[in-house]
């Protein structure tokens, strides 16, 4: 499992979700439904938050944050 956090503004939430797991709750405690959504597989993290009306560099902290605290 790839532990380190890489942001790419241009990868798709679902493989976001996929790649580094921790990061679904998140996207729950944002209540995002993002998890299972079919447009997931489309949606950048900027268009998800523009969606959801959140603050792109807010969520993009907190997404690395789960991601270095899953290995723990």
């Known amino acids: 499992m790839n532990t380190k956090w890489t942001y790419d ?3 798709p ?3 976001v979700m996929r790649r580094w797991p921790a990061t679904m709750e998140v996207m ?3 209540r995002m439904l993002c998890i ?3 447009i ?3 949606h950048t993290i900027t268009e998800a938050c ?3 009306g959140l603050d792109e ?3 993009i902290g ?3 944050k789960a991601v270095a605290g899953q290995g723990n």
């Open 62 to 64: 907190e997404l690395a």
């Open 57 to 59: 560099q807010s969520l």
């Open 9 to 11: 503004p241009d990868m």
């Open 50 to 52: 523009e969606e959801h």
């Open 28 to 30: 729950m405690r944002h």
């Open 40 to 42: 997931g597989g489309f």
């Open 36 to 38: 299972g959504c079919p």
């Open 13 to 15: 939430i679902d493989t």
